[in-house]
């Protein structure tokens, strides 16, 4: 079965910039997506298909993927910006998914 | 407006039965594919089955074939997960969320399984 890792945290101060690896053979085939989930929620959908941000996402979350690896970006932390973030793979042979071991952005 | 809400959940004893549901409003369950995912305890999450399309394509992850059962209900609008042989490990929040261009765009508030004696 396929696995992503992701680093269990990230420690970053207000205004810096704050980025979260998610490694896998499966994203050198298949899109990545981002959640950010914070404490008492259900996740919420930052990016989708490596690059694109729904509506209402600030502009300051952006993904990029290259190889095995896809990354979330955060530009410009806000304090609010602290949560847990997951990344998943597009569905694997058009089946399945899967999701990242998970990261805490810790804001400093 | 979007939204889905699970049902369902509660404390039941190892191996139990449990039937959970996703009531959708705002779209068709019959348009988009619906999955449910898990999230024990403090853990990451865990995508367990979706079942999508007129076709009603069904997929389940290996960790839960054979125990879970998905179905849809379109009249109702709605979504099940039928769990039998509950384990330990099968405790966590369980999520519907609608699949829309491969990522998850909307979400439950979850409803907790708590398996224990």
């Known amino acids: 079965s396929y696995e992503l890792t992701q680093p269990p945290s990230v420690s970053v101060s207000p205004g810096q910039t704050a980025r979260i690896t998610c490694s896998g053979d499966?994203?050198?085939?298949?899109?990545a997506y981002w959640y950010q989930q914070k404490p008492g929620q259900a996740p919420l959908l930052l990016i989708y298909?490596?690059?694109e941000r729904p509506s209402g996402i600030p502009e300051r979350f952006s993904g990029s993927s290259s190889g095995t690896t896809a990354t979330l970006t955060i530009s410009g932390v806000q304090v609010e910006d602290e949560a847990h973030y997951y990344c998943?793979?597009?569905?694997?042979?058009?089946?399945?998914?899967?999701f990242g071991t998970g990261t805490e952005v810790t804001i400093v | 407006q979007v939204h889905l809400a699970e049902s369902g959940g509660g404390l039941v004893k190892p191996g139990g039965s449990l039937r959970l549901s996703c009531g959708v409003s705002?779209?068709?369950?019959?348009?988009?594919?619906i999955s449910w995912i898990r999230q024990s305890p403090g853990k990451g999450l865990e995508w367990l089955s979706y079942i999508g399309g007129s076709e009603r394509a069904i997929y389940y992850a290996d960790s839960v074939r054979g125990r879970f059962t998905i179905s849809r209900d379109d009249t109702r609008n709605s979504v099940s997960l039928q769990i039998h042989s509950l384990r330990a490990e099968d405790t966590a929040v369980y999520y519907c969320a609608r699949d829309v261009l491969g990522g998850f765009d909307f979400w439950g508030r979850g409803t907790l399984v708590t398996v224990s004696s």
């Open positions: 499966v994203m050198a085939k298949q899109y």
């Open positions: 998943q793979s597009g569905a694997i042979g058009g089946l399945y998914y899967v």
């Open positions: 705002g779209f068709s369950v019959s348009d988009y594919y």
């Open positions: 298909k490596d690059i």
